[in-house]
Structures are given as structure tokens and as C-alpha cells.
């Protein structure tokens, strides 16, 4: 089960701090978001020694990971208005950046920002 939260509303240029919580054994975890009339995207991954992110969040989001927590969180600075969406903590047994290959998604946190 995960147990995302952090979402808010902010203005533009803004940061925000997203946290996930998992029970159970996790193997990688990461962020994913669904913004409206969108479908959903991958945002960022860990799998505790490499990192990815999505090009449009590349240099102002972070991924760090707390395995003795077994917590990710998402560092989100310079947010811009297309930035809002639904964000999803997912986690897998394997790195994917597609969605489908997801094997257990959070309820998700609501992020908007404002110009």
C-alpha cells in the first residue's frame, strides 16, 4: 500500500515537497502524474542507486529515497503552471516508465499551480 501527500496549491516559481509512504517490501519506487484530460506520465524514478526523470522536470525536481522508511519523495522547485496534476507514487519490482508495467499506485496528491 502506498500513501502519497504534499500535494497544495502554489504560484508559479514555487516549490513543493511530495512523500510517499509504502508498506511492505518495495522494490523501486517513483513518481508518476495525470494531469487533466491528460493521460498519465512518468515524472521520476528511483531504484535506491540511479535516478531518472522526465525531460520537462529535468534540474528542478529531485527523487531521494529513505529505505529504512521505506519512504520517496519528490522535491519539486521552479513549479510551473504545467506542472499541475495529479501526482501518483508508484512502485514496481522493476524500473519502468510506463505506466501499465506499474505494479502498485498510490491515491495520488494534487498539485496546482497558479500563475
Known amino acids: 500500500q502506498l500513501q502519497a501527500s504534499g500535494g497544495g496549491l502554489v504560484q508559479a516559481g514555487d516549490s513543493l515537497r511530495l512523500s510517499c509512504a509504502a508498506s511492505?517490501?518495495?522494490?523501486?519506487m517513483g513518481w508518476f502524474r495525470q494531469a487533466p484530460g491528460k493521460e498519465r506520465e512518468f515524472v521520476s524514478w528511483s531504484t535506491g542507486s540511479t535516478y531518472y526523470y522526465a525531460n520537462s522536470v529535468k534540474g528542478r525536481f529531485t527523487i531521494s529515497r529513505d529505505t529504512a522508511k521505506n519512504m520517496v519523495y519528490l522535491q519539486m522547485n521552479s513549479l510551473k503552471v504545467e506542472d499541475s496534476a495529479v501526482y501518483f507514487c508508484a512502485a514496481a519490482t522493476a524500473a519502468t516508465t510506463n505506466p501499465d508495467r506499474i505494479d502498485y499506485w498510490g491515491q495520488g496528491t494534487l498539485v496546482t499551480v497558479s500563475s
Open positions: 511492505g517490501r518495495i522494490w523501486y
